[in-house]
């Protein structure tokens, strides 16, 4: 006889009441998944997450004690501790910095998605799946915000040379000018240059840094597909 499949084992960190149990109630009606916690603050989802060892975690993006970046900093410290934990981290915000953060050191086994998602079960069971099974996914509304940072017609990709492409995907992967230097056989100086280059052909020049390499990369993944966009089959 064909064993089933083992359900996916998912802890909900959510700090307002009613989300969270509407969040927790679709999700048990889903087959395949199982809901082993609930919690509402940082601090006991790190706890949940030791006690239960699911395989994703799925949390809002602002939760107690300092309502501003919990879910980011969680998805940050499950990259050392858990690295094989997928997260789903859900937003109100379609800025690009917030992305940027949660892929900052590589973009396997995570998810930014509106919080609007929840009332589209299906696009947020692809996320879960998805990240569970070592993907990324970027929620669409996300992807045409940055897409609105340039006027150029088609791929802003395809204005990139061979080498700043190749710079571009070092980035992607979280790595710093010199490590990037180091990966390519390039100077320090040539990477920089090379950076700058591709920025100004992106149309990011005038934003401060940290704001362009995350633009750069998200920009890279989704159009190269190694992020999927929010509603996209899994793998």
């Not at 992607?172 to 390039?186: F, M, R």
Request: with cysteine; glycine share 8%.
């Amino acid at each position: 006889m064909v064993e089933e499949p083992a359900a996916l084992r998912l802890v909900v960190a959510e700090d307002v009441l009613i989300t969270r149990e509407g969040i927790v109630r679709m999700l048990e009606r889903q087959e395949g998944i199982e809901v082993v916690a609930v919690c509402g603050d940082l601090p006991e989802l790190l706890a949940a997450v030791e006690a239960s060892r699911p395989d994703v975690v799925l949390t809002d993006i602002r939760m107690p004690p300092s309502h501003e970046d919990e879910g980011i900093r969680a998805a940050s410290e499950l990259r050392h501790s858990h690295p094989e934990m997928g997260v789903v981290v859900l937003s109100q915000f379609t800025e690009a910095a917030w992305a940027l953060e949660l892929f900052a050191e590589g973009s396997e086994r995570r998810a930014y998605l509106l919080k609007e998602r929840v009332s589209e079960p299906e696009q947020l069971l692809a996320a879960i799946r998805q990240v569970a099974g070592g993907g990324s996914v970027v929620d669409p509304k996300v992807v045409e915000a940055l897409m609105a940072i340039t006027t150029q017609k088609g791929s802003p990709l395809g204005h990139l040379s061979q080498r700043e492409l190749e710079v571009l995907a070092e980035i992607a992967q979280g790595k710093s000018n010199a490590a990037v230097a180091e990966a390519l056989v390039l100077s320090l100086r040539a990477v920089e240059k090379h950076i700058n280059s591709l920025f100004a052909k992106l149309g990011l020049s005038g934003e401060v840094d940290v704001h362009r390499r995350v633009k750069a990369v998200l920009l890279y993944l989704s159009e190269t597909g190694a992020i999927e966009r929010g509603g996209a089959s899994t793998t």
